[in-house]
C-alpha cells in the first residue's frame, strides 16, 4: 500500500464548476501539506502550503487538512479551462532533516469550455 | 526574483554513460532536493543537499550522486546509465529551515 493515495483521474468538468480533489495518507507523523500543479511538460508548481490541520484559502483555490481522518482536499471554485493539469497533493514530516516530500500519484483535471 | 533553474532541458543518452545534471536554486536558498519522476513511479526523492551537504537520502541506488557548492548551486550525476533512469528530474529550492519547496522547470533523461 502506498503511504499516499490520490486517485488518478481523470476528472473533466465543465468550466465555472467547483472541483475537488483529495489524497489519503497512511502516516499520522506528517505534519506538512501540499498541493502542486503540474502542466505537461513543466515541472510541478505550489499552489498550497499549510501546517497540521484546518483550512487555507487562495484565490479560488482552498485546502483542508484533516490529520485525525488522514485526508486532504482541495477545492477550486468557478474552475477554468487553464485549471486543466495535473494536481499532486504531498506532505513532509516536522523534522528539519525529514523534510523530503512523498507524493501522490496526481489526479488529471480537465476543464472544458 | 528568479526561479529555480535547471540545465540542461534535454538530453539523450545511451546506456552504460553518465550524466550530470545542474540546478540553480532561488536566490538565499540553501537547501536543494532532487526528484525523479516516472509514468510508473511518479514523483520519488533522490536526496536533499543543504549548506553543501547531503541532509537526507532517499531509496536509489548508489549510481545516483550528487553535491552541491557553496553558492548552493547542485549538482546530481548518474553512472552507468540504465534505460529505466529515463525520466525527469527535477530539482527543488528551499530555504532549508523547513516552508515551501519550489521546483524547476526539469531534466528529461532518454537513455537508449
Known amino acids: 500500500q502506498k503511504e499516499v493515495e490520490q486517485d488518478p483521474g481523470p476528472l473533466s468538468v465543465p468550466e465555472g464548476a467547483i472541483v475537488s480533489l483529495n489524497c489519503t495518507y497512511s502516516n499520522s507523523a506528517f505534519q506538512y501539506f501540499m498541493w502542486y500543479r503540474q502542466y505537461s511538460r513543466k515541472g510541478p508548481e505550489l499552489l498550497m502550503y499549510t501546517y497540521s490541520s484546518g483550512n487555507k484559502e487562495d484565490g479560488r483555490f482552498t485546502a483542508q487538512v484533516d490529520k485525525s481522518s488522514k485526508y486532504i482536499s482541495l477545492f477550486i471554485r468557478d474552475s477554468q479551462p487553464s485549471d486543466s493539469a495535473t494536481y499532486l497533493c504531498?506532505?513532509?514530516?516536522?523534522?528539519?532533516?525529514?523534510?523530503?516530500?512523498?507524493f501522490g500519484s496526481g489526479t488529471r483535471l480537465q476543464v472544458q469550455p | 526574483k528568479a526561479g529555480v533553474t535547471q540545465t540542461p532541458r534535454y538530453l539523450i543518452k545511451t546506456r552504460g554513460q553518465q550524466v550530470t545534471l545542474s540546478c540553480s536554486p532561488i536566490?538565499?536558498?540553501?537547501?536543494v532536493s532532487w526528484y525523479q519522476q516516472t509514468p510508473g513511479q511518479g514523483l520519488q526523492f533522490l536526496f536533499e543537499?543543504?549548506?553543501?551537504?547531503?541532509?537526507n537520502k532517499g531509496n536509489f541506488p548508489g549510481r545516483f550522486s550528487g553535491r552541491q557548492f557553496s553558492n548552493s548551486r547542485s549538482e546530481m550525476n548518474v553512472s552507468t546509465l540504465e534505460l529505466g533512469d529515463s525520466a525527469l528530474y527535477l530539482c527543488?529550492?528551499?530555504?532549508?529551515?523547513?516552508?515551501?519547496?519550489?521546483f524547476g522547470p526539469g531534466t528529461r533523461l532518454t537513455v537508449l
Open positions: 543537499y543543504f549548506s553543501e551537504t547531503q541532509r
Open positions: 504531498a506532505m513532509s514530516f516536522s523534522d528539519t532533516g525529514r523534510r523530503a516530500l512523498t
Open positions: 527543488a529550492s528551499s530555504t532549508g529551515q523547513g516552508g515551501e519547496q519550489f
Open positions: 536566490s538565499g536558498h540553501r537547501s
